[in-house]
């Protein structure tokens, strides 16, 4: 017992060690993208005094500020508010929070892999050195900078510390018949839905392990264990019910705005599957903003082509199943699509494919790459092919941490990020928009008005483009610049009270103040409390 306590201690040492070496060069990155919004720009997380009152609150969208904290994550928002306390907006303390969380996942996830494996075949004789390579692959992985250094992205690292640990006393309250552990695992099944919706799918999970590790596939053992499971399905229909009820609806509200309808979203989803499955086996073309163009019929060539594949995936899965009888493999294919199902289904959201959405599915996808390479090395154990393979999958690591960190030294500067996304998907007009803010922050004004100018390019009624641009003239005093610029917002937002408000100051800047007074009058009518100091 104590040589095999010593293995694993020294497994979980070599996991962490490697996992700080390959993210020591994140731990200086700078806020990128909705870290702006939800953190930097954020008020709500400026004040500790006030924060229970800001965390959960009604979230009506017809007023809802993006800049503030989201209601149905409060558990994340408490962290940046507990970061802001002690380090204000230095990113040093809020990538050590997402790194350590990180290092803790990856030593649960070696727990959970043993703990599964021993209740498939306990006598199994690689369940620690699968339990380490699943571990190991999910810590260097590169597709996980996105949840990692992007600090946003701590609600799927929170997520699913809660939720693996959840399973983790689920698996022990039924293997001790211990009660106290099954309301631990409760607990953290509630903090994992206030860390991010996603883990509505837990009872799922608990379910699907139940039925296949723990019974078997008989249907009989888990409704012996019946009792186990109500707890989880309680609490999520509560859950659910207050979402709707309080927190705005059962989808990301936060989603509203966006590029695509359910029909189109609902039938982009075998591509989505397959680019997941590529980025996961060969983490080629990784992005931080995936821009995939929307389809507009089912009979589309990427369509077609991708639900080709899938069937015959699924199909060879049957039949290998059928023969073998290797439950892990049912087990691992069912986990990575539910855990994906609400945000690759029915609900649209920003984008269909979104990088840090991988962080808990890739879990078992990652087991079923070990199990089958470990059956190829017993097939072949009197054979050369030993040898190639092992080499194979230490090159194959050594390549994903040499991926990670220079994943990570992108993440380093924004500019260089924002390039790295437009080389990618150069029609991404909301990269473009971002791009020039990065220029803006650096200074580089010419820049910057090339890269607003080239998102109006690709999308002339491009709003966020059209105000950046206004701004920046206006704080030029390029006024006829802005002139055009803000009325140009206007004819796209007819309701947005900034540009009458600007434009009214900019009239009055050049002495023409009955078209001041004009659009002054006109940001009264949409503002009618509006009050403005204005002199003519």
Known sequence: MN??????????????????????????????????????????????????????????????????????????????????????????????????????????????????????????????????LVSLIFAIHPVNVSAVTYIYSRSDLFSTLFYISSILLFLNTVENKNNNLLFLSLICFIMALLSKQIAVTLPVIIFLTDYIILSNCEIKKVFE???????????????????????????????????????????????????????????????????????????????????????TVFLIGVIIYKKSNLKLYLFSGLWFLIVLAPTSSIFPTTSPVVENRLYLAEITFFLLIIISFFCLKSYYTKNRATRYLTVFLIIYLICLCITTIRRNQIFNDPVILWQDTIKKYPDNYLAYNRLGDSYLENGQISNAIQSYNKSIDIKPDNFVAHINLALLYDSMKEYEYAIKEYKKVIEINPEYVLAYIKLAMIYQIKKEYKKSDEFYQQALKIRPDLKLKLRW
Do not use: M
């Not at 306590?5 to 060069?25: A, D, E, M, P």
């Not at 953190?39 to 924060?51: A, F």
């Not at 802001?84 to 809020?94: A, V």
């Not at 059962?250 to 309808?261: F, H, P």
């Open 225 to 311: 264990k019946r009792y186990y499971h109500i707890g989880y399905w309680l609490i999520l229909f509560i859950y659910l019910i207050l979402k709707y009820k309080y927190l705005g609806g059962i989808k990301d509200v936060e989603a509203g705005g966006s590029l695509w309808n359910r029909y189109s979203y609902i039938i982009i989803q075998p591509y989505v599957i397959l680019k997941y499955l590529q980025l996961l086996i060969l983490p080629i073309g990784l992005c931080i903003d995936h821009w995939i163009k929307p389809p507009t019929s089912i009979f589309e060539l990427r369509i077609l082509v991708s639900v080709v594949i899938i069937l």
């Open 3 to 132: 040589i095999i306590f010593r293995q694993k201690s020294g497994l979980i040492l070599i996991l962490v060690l490697i996992t700080i070496i390959i993210y020591s060069n994140s731990l200086k990155a700078p806020f990128i993208f909705d870290d702006i919004h939800k953190i930097v720009q954020n008020p709500d997380i400026k004040n500790i005094k006030n924060i229970f009152s800001k965390l959960i609150y009604p979230y009506n969208t017809n007023d809802y500020i993006y800049d503030r904290n989201d209601p149905s994550r409060p558990l994340i928002y408490l962290s940046f508010t507990l970061n802001y306390y002690f380090g204000g907006l230095n990113t040093l303390g809020y990538h050590l929070v997402n790194l350590v969380s990180h290092i803790l996942n990856s030593i649960l996830i070696f727990l959970f892999i043993l703990k599964i494996l021993y209740f498939v075949n306990d006598n199994y004789k690689y369940k620690i050195q699968v339990a380490f």
